[in-house]
């Protein structure tokens, strides 16, 4: 792929973005941002880099991305290997490495062996056996609770020393706070004194179905080997674990650096600075910290891409001679810096004005997100989901009417509900609520907007440029005069013509004209690289005036039945047969010259009203399972072209969308009569099926 240049505007960029602060600001409004961009390596092989979430690379490739984004922007901070979430279908948790600072960037923990003039760590030994009882020893003497480890064996790997301790910390229930730590004995009989055969840290394959009844399972393990040593840290809150932590560094400065691994508390009071590397289906996904600014976010980005092309990752692949993005999404999230200044929690109007606004521009919802796009999708527009557009305008006009003060309940138990695809999934959806104020998940109340329908993009510059549109945005419609009043009934044009790239790119221009005409210009020029890449030019025919572009054009997969697996996934099958062209023309062209597509007439717009756009539907093969096995493949596609009285000019032939139209040497087909049709009267999408 050639080095996308940098678009050009840069001032009027700094510029806006400041007058969005500044709004901002003034409004009294703090609102975060969040990003959740995916990697793949230069080569991704490999089911891990195509549906499953795992495999035999992935984590390695995260570690050297988190030793990188130390280097370059945390020196110093704690690294953590955390379990994740874990999904049916799925045999173990997915893990999570999560790079942990104060607030203010600075370490949590100041580790001697990281110190200037501290002998090399990569040298430096693991504690012996002797000195790892030492070490438990001290830490019970500093915590004013005697620790009592229990060793255990690992069976899968006969070097390994591996000690259990049970340690808590129990809040005091007295108004001025504090507590203190709790132990017990773990007493276990020698034949189970074992670790579960299974991959991961010690502390996740503890043999705790054997653990003392109605105690909490809480345990510090400490491993060794002849090559390293960790400690799994327990469940604990902020402040504790950061003791403990410290503790740990304060009696280990003779030994190699410990890994660490844990169950990290969710904080949501603004104490860290959290950055999450974790595996999902095809992807490296990299959660960002939370970004007070829109030029921390722009700076992060930038970061992740430098330190992300040291390691061999990148956020995009090579499929054949085109390059598209990593399949893994490049989602945004709004919220607040804690819960007391969450924007959206006393503003449910403004939040009602910006559902509505994106609903009325399906350029937010398709020109930045991947191929695969609609009902089937991992970001279905609430129109396209399992809501009918009468519950909708009835949730809107309910939250526009609420009282002032906090509403956050109201607000996410009447959106929560619709924001879902057809299968009532709800964090499956254009702007998901799954983390706004969801009590039935551990990490559910936030505060969070989540925008998922963006695909990660080959430069930094395309998707900082997105995130300024969408902040500028939501500045924009702080106005009430600036929000739609009730939403669109958009009906079969939604996917018959509003998601084609002419009609996607006259969108985007609207919403750009608004800003503008708002104070809030935006310099066009990277959206423009951003449809450009997102919709390949196929055919590019010029001659006397006439003109004859085409475009790869947008098509809503179908949704197929459940499909097993073996080893499980989560990822769902569509049937991805089906492809779809833009055909733009120019008055000289249409008055001149016809086309053929398969020998059969390929109407163009009538220059009478307006110029309604062209498109054509293909099944480009034929996939197992798939929708409609009986249907014959349609390519190679043959175009040809024709004066207005049937001598035929050129032929081309389409193999494949990543080819384009090559050039054919003999003439065209024999005309078959029919000419092309749609699914209905007046469709705009002409279909080679029927």
Same mark, same amino acid.
């Given at each position: 792929m050639k080095e996308v240049e940098i678009p050009s505007g840069v001032m009027s960029i700094s510029a806006t973005a400041a007058a969005v602060e500044k709004r901002l600001q003034e409004a009294g409004i703090a609102l975060t941002i969040g990003g959740e961009p995916t990697l793949v390596p230069l080569q991704p092989d490999g089911a891990e880099w195509t549906v499953s979430a795992d495999g035999p690379t992935k984590l390695r490739y995260a570690h050297a991305l988190a030793r990188e984004l130390q280097q370059r922007? =945390?020196?110093?901070?704690?690294? +953590?290997? !955390? /379990?994740?979430?874990?999904?049916?279908?799925?045999?173990?948790?997915?893990?999570?490495?999560?790079?942990?600072?104060? !607030? &203010?960037?600075?370490?949590?923990?100041?580790?001697?062996?990281?110190?200037?003039?501290?002998?090399?760590?990569?040298?430096?030994? /693991? /504690?012996s056996s002797a000195e790892a009882s030492q070490l438990l020893d001290l830490l019970g003497n500093e915590l004013g609770c005697p620790l009592q480890p229990l060793p255990l064996r690992d069976p899968l790997q006969a070097d390994h020393m591996v000690w259990a301790v049970p340690l808590s910390w129990e809040e005091e229930s007295n108004p001025s706070g504090g507590g203190h730590w709790q132990t017990l004995i773990w007493d276990l009989d020698e034949p189970l004194r074992q670790l579960l055969p299974a991959p991961g840290p010690a502390g996740l394959r503890l043999p705790l179905q054997h653990f003392p009844e109605g105690a909490l399972r809480q345990v510090l393990t400490l491993e060794c080997s002849p090559s390293g040593w960790g400690v799994f840290l327990p469940p604990l809150p902020r402040q504790?674990?950061?003791?403990?932590?410290?503790?740990?560094?304060?009696?280990?400065?003779?030994w190699a650096l410990p890994e660490l691994s844990g169950v990290l508390p969710l904080d949501i009071t603004g104490h860290w600075q959290v950055l999450g590397l974790t595996a999902d289906p095809g992807v490296l996904e990299v959660n960002l910290p939370v970004c007070n600014s829109w030029q921390e976010y722009a700076d992060w980005i930038g970061l992740l891409e430098q330190a992300g092309a040291a390691v061999g990752l990148r956020t995009w692949k090579q499929k054949g001679l085109r390059a598209e993005g990593t399949g893994g999404g490049n989602h945004l999230l709004w919220g607040g810096p804690d819960l007391e200044h969450n924007p959206f929690f006393s503003r449910p109007d403004w939040l009602v004005g910006i559902l509505r606004y994106w609903q009325h521009h399906p350029s937010l919802a398709y020109l930045f997100s991947g191929r695969s796009v609609g009902p089937a999708s991992q970001a279905p527009r609430p129109d396209e989901g399992s809501a009918s557009l009468l519950d909708l305008e009835l949730a809107h006009q309910a939250l526009e009417q609420l009282e002032a003060g906090d509403q956050r309940v109201a607000i996410s138990e009447t959106l929560r509900h619709l924001h879902a695809d057809r299968s009532g999934n709800?964090?499956?959806?254009?702007?998901?609520?799954?983390?706004?104020?969801?009590p039935a998940w551990a990490a559910g109340c936030q505060g969070l907007l989540e925008f998922r329908a963006m695909e990660s993009l080959p430069h930094h510059h395309w998707t900082s440029a997105i995130s300024l549109l969408w902040r500028a945005l939501a500045t924009?419609? +702080?106005e009430p005069g600036h929000r739609p009043r009730q939403l669109l009934t958009w009906g079969e044009t939604l996917h018959d013509s509003a998601m084609l790239p002419s009609q996607l790119w006259s969108d985007l221009e609207k919403v750009l004209a608004e800003l503008a005409s708002d104070g809030l210009a935006l310099d066009a020029a990277p959206f423009r690289a951003i449809w450009n890449w997102r919709f390949p030019?196929?055919?590019?025919?010029?001659?006397?005036?006439?003109?004859?572009?085409?475009? &790869?054009?947008?098509?809503? =997969? /179908?949704?197929? !039945? %459940?499909?097993?697996?073996?080893?499980?996934?989560?990822?769902?099958?569509? %049937?991805?047969?089906?492809?779809?062209?833009?055909?733009?023309?120019? +008055? %000289?062209?249409r008055q001149s010259y016809a086309l053929r597509l398969q020998g059969r007439p390929l109407s163009l717009p009538s220059d009478d009203g307006p110029c309604q756009p062209v498109a054509v539907r293909y099944r480009q093969e034929a996939l197992f399972p798939c929708l409609h096995p009986c249907l014959p493949v349609d390519v190679p596609l043959q175009l040809d072209l024709l004066t207005q009285s049937g001598s035929a000019l050129h032929s081309w032939v389409l193999n494949t969308d990543a080819e384009g139209f090559v050039e054919l040497p003999h003439g065209p087909f024999q005309a078959l009569g029919e000419p092309l049709r749609g699914a209905s009267p007046g469709a705009c999408s002409l279909d080679l099926r029927l």
């Open positions: 922007a =945390w020196p110093g901070s704690t690294l +953590l290997h !955390c /379990p994740g979430k874990r999904y049916d279908g799925e045999v173990n948790p997915r893990w999570v490495l999560r790079l942990i600072t104060s !607030c &203010q960037g600075e370490p949590l923990v100041s580790w001697p062996q990281l110190a200037p003039g501290a002998s090399d760590s990569s040298t430096a030994k /693991p /504690p504790p674990l950061e003791l403990l932590l410290r503790l740990i560094a304060k009696h280990s400065n003779r709800s964090h499956r959806s254009e702007i998901s609520l799954d983390k706004f104020w969801n924009h419609l +702080l030019v196929l055919l590019d025919w010029h001659q006397n005036g006439a003109s004859l572009e085409i475009r &790869q054009a947008l098509e809503p =997969w /179908p949704l197929l !039945c %459940d499909t097993p697996e073996e080893g499980g996934t989560t990822s769902r099958f569509v %049937d991805s047969s089906l492809r779809r062209f833009e055909v733009v023309t120019n +008055l %000289d062209l």
